[in-house]
């Protein structure tokens, strides 16, 4: 079982940066593949980044198109932490954004909503124009 609280929402200007946090529990979080989604008022919940699973050095990422080269995902497995450096807002990036989980036996990036085996309860982002 793994726990995952978001942390760093809020309210925020077109063109600024917002970091996010997920702290995790357990004691094999560097074995979950890592992502975060987002879900906007009226669609669909959908990737946004995610991070393979990275028990030693070699990890991979993948961005969903719409913030690639504005956002970075990243992990720290000593403190049990993904990230999303979020930067050059916008307004379309108005949405509740989840930290997931996912288990996987290589170092695969899991983009699926049904491919993620823990949710966190996500946190809201609102970018004003």
């Known amino acids: 079982q793994v726990q995952l609280v978001e942390s760093g929402g809020g309210l925020v200007q077109a063109g600024d940066s917002r970091g996010l946090s997920c702290a995790a529990s357990?004691?094999?979080?560097?074995?979950?593949?890592m992502g975060w989604f987002r879900q906007a008022p009226g669609k669909e919940r959908e990737f946004v980044a995610g991070?393979?699973?990275?028990?030693?050095?070699?990890?991979?990422?993948d961005y969903a198109d719409s913030v690639k080269g504005r956002f970075t995902i990243s992990r720290n497995n000593a403190k049990n932490t993904v990230y999303l450096q979020m930067n050059s807002l916008k307004p379309e990036d108005t949405a509740v954004y989840y930290c997931?989980?996912?288990?996987?036996?290589?170092?695969?990036?899991?983009?699926?909503?049904?491919?993620?085996?823990?949710w966190g309860r996500g946190t809201l982002v609102t970018v004003s124009s």
């Open positions: 997931a989980a996912g288990s996987a036996r290589d170092y695969t990036v899991i983009t699926a909503v049904n491919g993620m085996n823990y």
């Open positions: 357990g004691r094999t979080f560097s074995r979950y593949a």
């Open positions: 991070i393979s699973r990275n028990p030693g050095i070699t990890y991979y990422t």
